[in-house]
């Protein structure tokens, strides 16, 4: 069974950033796509980026390209988001995944461990 613990989110003023991280347990962390997801209240849970096992293959959606990055460290088993130049639409609970497929894997159906999620929480 895999667990994923994110951490490193919190309040930030709009155009500040954030780096959220996201350990691994339990399986072989090379073997995972990892991802990022993001739900606000009300709305549905959305794709923010993922990775594949190498780190040599990233896909954003296309309202944080440019702004978010996600990247992986192997040997600590670990996954994270840098996210830069928040804005108050960017405020959700983001919670990290790990995926058995290959590719960009974008659904919330093409993972199969979630975290808790951690609150990111922008301020004007």
């Known amino acids: 069974q895999v667990q994923l613990v994110e951490s490193g989110g919190g309040l930030v003023q709009a155009g500040g950033s954030l780096r959220l991280s996201c350990a691994f347990f339990?399986?072989?962390?090379?073997?995972?796509?990892l991802g990022w997801f993001r739900q606000a209240p009300g709305k549905e849970r959305e794709f923010v980026a993922s990775?594949?096992?190498?780190?040599?293959?990233?896909y954003y959606t296309d309202s944080v390209k440019g702004q978010f990055t996600i990247s992986r460290d192997n040997a600590k088993n670990t996954v994270y988001l840098q996210m830069n130049s928040l804005k108050p639409e960017d405020a959700a609970v983001y919670y990290c995944?790990?995926?058995?497929?290959?590719?960009?894997?974008?659904?919330?159906?093409?993972?199969?461990?979630w975290g808790q999620g951690t609150q990111v929480t922008v301020s004007l």
């Open positions: 995944a790990a995926s058995r497929l290959a590719g960009s894997v974008t659904a919330t159906w093409g993972y199969d461990f």
């Open positions: 990775i594949n096992w190498s780190g040599t293959s990233t």
């Open positions: 339990g399986r072989t962390f090379s073997d995972y796509v």
